[in-house]
């Protein structure tokens, strides 16, 4: 074997293992204004099966936060997610009121005064994100997905939820990143590059759209065109939840997937509708919510005393 | 007169050429089984498959294209087979199939690579009822495949070391593509690949189970389909249908492609 034989033996052996799946982390705040000058600050903690998100709330306003990936401790997660947006923006945790956990890790989450579940969470979020029109919620997180729908107060009418199956879930747009080795913030912009609409895949499980997609890509589709079948189907999975419990205008989008138009777009397209456009990342809904459940809970208090 | 039966699965082509026997001159139900031949089709696409799965069977029988007078297919992608003069179910084929080799069976329970299915069968062999999980990997044989996988066993290591375990962990998960995280967690926590493995397979029955239950268990039951191949899922399975016995066909994953062939002989009277 010669020597360059051996350095492409040695590449194959150990390819680099790229995350395509994987959303970008991210930390804002606001810089228009100043925490210090604020009377009450609470923070919302979302721990979810993917991705955890540190909110603050000052002053019932959104203030910063800060989005990134869980690991495989919850305590750890809540910590590093919140730590993430104190360290940009100077504060420490006595600085902080009130402390609400949520998702899937609440329970977990170590310096929370309570935990509130995430229906509650993305409802109140959504109502802020979205304005007090917003009556139906679409909630597409990392395992699973949930319709539910609200009041003008962004409290909780009636909810449906599928986390049986990974099919409509943030899981199944993971998996057919990795298969066709694209970032998963292209899939969207890609899935309407193709020269014709595909139907979508015959396939709602993603074990077998996984290797109906192999095999669309044998029949000559192109990568885009293959995502936009998958995007497709999983727009229509999850319509099909939605309209067990009916969809009222106001709808809006949160979680993951609603930062990929390939999904949301097709969703508009199947049900007719447009989702409430907001400047705020979809994937804080669940702990912006906590955050100001939190703010709620110390306005009672302070009018108690 | 010989016939071909050809069961086109998700995984694998199987063929099966069948030879009507006469006694003293009139023709009679007796068949032999002339070849069976199985093909994994890796990176061929599934009309080639049939073809090349076919003429290797022809080959292996020494047996020409001419002899064979109807060739009938059953399967997903039996459309797929292009030379087939027609097609049956999954259901019809493998009622019938199970039904020929035991003729006591009234419940037929198919495990395939992407479907599980309860069959309902009358004494000719025609099925009555079926329930199936189309569409979903779980209660299927991929399911056991990822997990075994998972685990970094072979099929048969996965289906050996279930036998082994006395334990019954629950499975949270249903879909298998959240059943794999769990089964990684599972390993991270030092529980034994043996307990892991029994874990995943009680699930698949449980699944396979319970599409059993929606036709109901009836008289003796056969499993046909790869999966009989894993001693540790028929244990799982008798024990989730609460049945002492589960007839187990010396060649599972051919019983639809003979039952395939069998009605395509019969049709031919």
New interface residues.
């Given amino acids: 074997m010669n020597a360059e034989v051996a350095a492409a033996t040695v590449a194959e052996a150990a390819p680099e293992k790229k995350e395509f799946w994987r959303w970008q982390e991210n930390v804002w705040f606001d810089e228009t204004k100043n925490w210090k000058d604020a009377k009450i600050i609470t923070c919302g903690i979302d721990v979810g099966s993917v991705s955890s998100q540190a909110v603050i709330v000052c002053d019932g306003e959104l203030y910063g936060y800060n989005s990134m990936r869980t690991g495989n401790n919850s305590p750890d997660s809540a910590k590093n997610a919140l730590q993430g947006i104190m360290d940009k923006i100077g504060m420490k945790l006595e600085d902080i009121n009130y402390v609400v956990g949520t998702g899937y890790g609440r329970v977990n989450v170590p310096f929370a005064h309570k935990a509130i579940t995430e229906i509650a969470c993305h409802a109140r979020g959504a109502n802020y994100m979205g304005g007090n029109q917003v009556r139906t919620i679409l909630d597409m997180g990392g395992q699973d997905c949930k319709a539910i729908h609200c009041d003008e107060k962004g409290k909780v009418t009636n909810f449906l939820m599928n986390d049986k199956c990974a099919a409509g879930t943030g899981r199944g747009m993971e998996v057919i990143s990795d298969l066709m080795q694209i970032p998963i913030a292209e899939l969207g912009p890609r899935s309407f590059d193709v020269d014709v609409e595909p139907e979508a895949v015959s396939s709602i499980c993603v074990v077998f759209a996984k290797s109906e997609a192999l095999g669309l890509l044998k029949a000559g589709y192109t990568k885009n065109k293959v995502i936009a079948a998958y995007c497709q189907a999983m727009a229509e999975r999850v319509v099909s939840l939605l309209e067990r419990i009916g969809v009222e205008e106001g709808f809006f989008i949160t979680g993951g997937i609603a930062k990929n138009p390939g999904v949301v777009k097709r969703i508009e397209r199947i049900l007719g509708i447009k989702a409430v456009d907001t400047k705020v990342d979809s994937q804080i809904a669940g702990a912006l919510g906590a955050a100001l459940f939190g703010y709620t809970l110390m306005q009672k208090q302070a009018k108690a005393a | 007169m010989i016939t071909a039966g050809i069961d086109m699965g998700?995984r694998s082509v199987k063929v099966v050429l069948l030879e009507e026997i006469k006694v003293d001159g009139a023709p009679q139900l007796n068949y032999a089984v002339k070849k069976a031949h199985l093909m994994m089709p890796g990176d061929i696409?599934a009309d080639q498959a049939a073809e090349k799965a076919f003429t290797e069977a022809l080959a292996a029988a020494g047996v020409s294209r001419d002899q064979v007078k109807s060739v009938f297919a059953t399967g997903a992608g039996r459309k797929q087979v292009e030379f087939a003069t027609e097609g049956v179910t999954e259901m019809t084929a493998g009622a019938r199939g199970a039904v020929y080799m035991y003729p006591q069976a009234r419940t037929v329970v198919d495990v395939g690579a992407?479907e599980g299915r309860g069959i309902k069968t009358d004494a000719d062999g025609k099925a009555i009822d079926f329930a199936g999980n189309e569409?979903?990997?779980a209660g299927a044989g991929?399911?056991a495949e990822?997990m075994s996988r998972a685990l970094q066993l072979s099929l048969k290591e996965f289906g050996e070391a279930s036998l082994r375990s006395d334990k019954s962990i629950p499975m949270n998960a249903?879909?298998?593509?959240?059943a794999e995280s769990e089964v990684v967690s599972l390993i991270?926590s030092a529980t034994p690949k043996e307990d892991i493995a029994k874990a995943v397979l009680d699930a698949v029955a449980s699944r396979v189970c319970a599409m059993v239950r929606r036709v109901g268990i009836e008289g003796n039951v056969v499993l046909i389909g790869g999966m009989v191949h894993n001693p540790g899922f028929v244990a799982s399975l008798k024990n989730a249908m609460d049945v002492d016995q589960v007839l187990l066909p010396d060649l599972p994953e051919f019983v639809s492609a003979l039952g395939c062939a069998l009605i395509a002989a019969e049709r031919q009277h």
């Fill in positions: 998700s696409d992407e569409k979903c990997a991929s399911f990822a249903q879909c298998t593509v959240f991270h």
